[in-house]
T-cell receptor
């Protein structure tokens, strides 16, 4: 079993849809959870991160962590074609500085 | 731009060649990283440098040799690579090791023939 599982997609949605991107993990020591966005021919850029369980909102983006289920989500409201990218989840344990990444989910928002 | 530059952006090399990848960060960060990104695989951390000192070598084959002459520059020297080493090589930096936000460069697309 991989430490972090993420469906590679692609996930295709119409403009304006609510998008849900998810990762599951097996390591209960993970405490920090990050979401990166990667456009084609670019490096990943951090969207947001959360510590432990709970929700965090930033504009149209909401990150959610459920440590009891070992499940994290990123919701994108009112999705735009400019949101088309690959979304990578990453996580690390509190005592480690090494993040473990998921494979990334390719999102396509069509007009 | 993220403040992290990488050269070259594309590289094609034979298995017997020797080449180097360069990374420079203009953010005043203390930690720098090399990652490998292969198709349909998770991002793999290769090396970590903190204040020019290597703090992590994630079981990387010796045909990859990193060099960090100062906190702003990072190199990855390549020799006798294999076709399966073809991938996108990403450099990243963060203020310190352990920061949740890493700033990535655009990567070098490497093809080994």
């Amino acid at each position: 079993q991989k430490e972090v599982e993420q469906d590679p997609g692609p996930l295709s949605v119409p403009e304006g849809a609510i998008v849900s991107l998810n990762c599951t993990y097996s390591n209960s020591a993970f405490q920090y959870f990050m979401w990166y966005r990667q456009y084609s021919r670019k490096g990943p850029e951090l969207l947001m991160y959360t510590y432990s369980s709970g929700n965090k909102e930033d504009g149209r983006f909401t990150a959610q962590v459920d440590k009891s289920s070992k499940y994290i989500s990123l919701f994108i409201r009112d999705s735009q074609p400019s949101d088309s990218a690959t979304y990578l989840c990453a996580m690390r344990a509190g005592g480690s500085y090494i993040p473990t990444f998921g494979r990334g989910t390719s999102l396509i928002v069509h007009p | 731009e993220t403040g992290v530059t990488q050269t070259p952006r594309h590289l094609v090399m034979g298995m017997t060649n020797k080449k180097s990848l360069k990374c420079e960060q203009h953010l005043g960060h203390n930690a720098m990283y090399w990652y490998k990104q292969s198709a349909k695989k998770p991002l793999e951390l290769m090396f970590v440098y903190n204040f020019k000192e290597q703090t992590e070598n994630n079981s990387v084959p010796s045909r990859f040799s990193p060099e960090c002459p100062n906190s702003s520059h990072l190199f990855l020297h390549l020799h006798t690579l294999q076709p399966e080493d073809s991938a996108l090589y990403l450099c990243a930096s963060s203020q310190d090791v352990g920061e949740n936000e890493q700033f990535f460069g655009p990567g070098t697309r490497l093809t080994v023939l």
